[in-house]
């Protein structure tokens, strides 16, 4: 069993940045995918970020190309989601996700350990 535990939600002005943490409570090494995901009130969970555990290969979302950065360090177990120039529909709760197979990156179903979620609120 896998736990995620995210951190570093907050509120932020426009324009601003925050950096998520997401530290797992074992190695998962053998954890192919580390994704951030985001829902905001009223909508569907939607697709931020993912990597694969060595970081070699990464996705985005087009809305937060260029400006999310998503890393990792094997060390701590930890994943990271640098987010810059925030604005408003960036406002959600950020959750962690971990999956076994770089396929469908951006569908929560190919996930199948998940964090409790971290809110972060962009004010405008």
């Known amino acids: 069993q896998v736990t995620l535990v995210e951190s570093g939600g907050g509120l932020v002005q426009a324009g601003g940045s925050l950096r998520l943490s997401c530290a797992a409570s074992?190695?998962?090494?053998?954890?192919?995918?580390m994704g951030w995901f985001r829902q905001a009130p009223g909508k569907e969970r939607e697709f931020v970020a993912a990597s694969t555990w060595s970081g070699s290969t990464t996705s985005y979302a087009d809305s937060v190309n260029g400006r999310f950065t998503i890393s990792r360090d094997n060390a701590k177990n930890t994943v990271y989601l640098q987010m810059n120039n925030l604005n408003a529909e960036d406002t959600a709760v950020y959750y962690c996700?971990?999956?076994?197979?770089?396929?469908?990156?951006?569908?929560?179903?190919?996930?199948?350990?998940w964090g409790q979620g971290t809110q972060v609120t962009v004010s405008s």
């Open positions: 996700a971990a999956g076994q197979r770089w396929g469908r990156v951006g569908s929560p179903g190919e996930y199948k350990y």
């Open positions: 074992r190695g998962i090494f053998s954890t192919y995918v």
